[in-house]
């Protein structure tokens, strides 16, 4: 099977400007979990959809949002964009929504806001 | 908020080396799962070992095995004969079961010398 896949891999963008990030996960799997990873705060779970729900969400403002497919594809996305957003953004899969699931992360997104 | 401590934020170690990295975490729950993943540079995270809480037996995948206990809240991870391609950032993830998530740890980067 094909791995979890997102896209972009690298954006650059400008502070108040917004932004989409798209993760395909690996066939099958219909838990889709977003997380940011930065140097100093290491990874922050976002949120996580299951089968087109979201089911949890992490302590992040409004500005970050997120949706999910009927094929499970799931989009991410950050209006007015802070400095502070800039990080890497990792979505990870698996198959169920139990915990004791492995998650299947894929490369990220590195997203630098200036 | 359910919390998760690593105390080591960076180790090095020689080839060939024995290697434990600690992790203590909070729970009120008694059944869950504990995971490390493995964050290799500029590659995408990958399981390294699961524990199941109601074990007793430590879990042991290869070179990696795991020294749990539970009444402590404490998840080591140890590495035999460390390999110059463990040299990756670890991460403990116990679950958040308060808020049914995963939840991660700040990472130990762990450097394996030749």
């Known amino acids: 099977k094909a791995g979890v896949t997102q896209t972009p891999r690298y954006l650059i963008k400008t502070r108040g400007q917004q932004v989409t990030l798209s993760c395909s996960p690996i066939?099958?799997?219909?838990?889709v979990s977003w997380y940011q990873q930065t140097p100093g705060q290491g990874l922050q779970f976002l949120f996580e959809?299951?089968?087109?729900?979201?089911?949890n969400k992490g302590n992040f403002p409004g500005r970050f949002s997120g949706r999910q497919f009927s094929n499970s594809r799931s989009e991410m996305n950050v209006s007015t964009l802070e400095l502070g957003d800039s990080a890497l953004y990792l979505c990870?899969?698996?198959?169920?929504?139990?915990?004791?699931?492995?998650?299947?992360f894929g490369p990220g997104t590195r997203l630098t806001v200036l | 908020a359910q919390t998760v401590t690593q105390s080591q934020p960076e180790m090095s170690v020689q080839e060939a080396e024995t290697v434990t990295l600690s992790c203590t975490y909070d729970?009120?729950?008694?059944?869950?799962?504990l995971f490390w993943y493995k964050q290799p540079p500029s590659r995408q995270m990958i399981l390294v070992i699961r524990?199941?809480?109601?074990?007793?037996q430590n879990a042991t995948e290869n070179r990696f095995s795991v020294n749990f206990q539970k009444a402590a809240k404490s998840f080591s991870l140890k590495i035999s004969d460390s390999q110059l391609g463990d040299t990756a950032m670890y991460f403990c993830?116990?679950?958040?079961?308060?808020?049914?998530?995963?939840?991660f740890g700040k990472g130990t980067r762990l450097h394996i010398l030749p």
């Open positions: 990870a899969s698996r198959e169920g929504q139990r915990l004791y699931n492995e998650q299947f």
């Open positions: 066939s099958g799997h219909r838990s």
């Open positions: 959809y299951f089968s087109e729900t979201q089911r």
């Open positions: 729970t009120s729950e008694n059944n869950y799962y």
């Open positions: 524990q199941e809480a109601y074990k007793q």
């Open positions: 993830a116990p679950p958040d079961s308060r808020d049914d998530k995963i939840i």
